[in-house]
């Protein structure tokens, strides 16, 4: 298999989260360097990127964090079997 859409799904989750992370303490910092009025909305701009936080950690779920386990397995059983045949 040369494709392994769970892991690229995996890997674009946690993509996702490292972003959100970063928004999050782009706008803490504003917040704090400022005087609470810049961003505008950073309260509702804060409290969204935590919603979209925990909606992340739950589309992980344990059968679909099973899943992407398996598929890792294989991939490096797939990779080790590719390096052992080189030269």
Do not use: S
Request: aromatic share 6%.
């Amino acid at each position: 298999m040369d494709y392994w859409p769970l892991l690229d799904l995996h890997e674009a989750v946690k993509d996702c989260e490292r972003t959100l992370c970063e928004i999050v303490d782009d706008v803490e910092t504003l917040v704090a360097e400022g005087d609470d009025t810049y961003p505008p909305d950073a309260p509702h701009l804060l409290a969204t990127l935590a919603a979209l936080r925990a909606l992340l950690a739950d589309m992980l779920t344990p059968a679909l964090e099973e899943a992407i386990a398996g598929e890792q397995a294989r991939y490096a059983e797939d990779l080790a079997r590719w390096e052992a045949g080189q030269p």
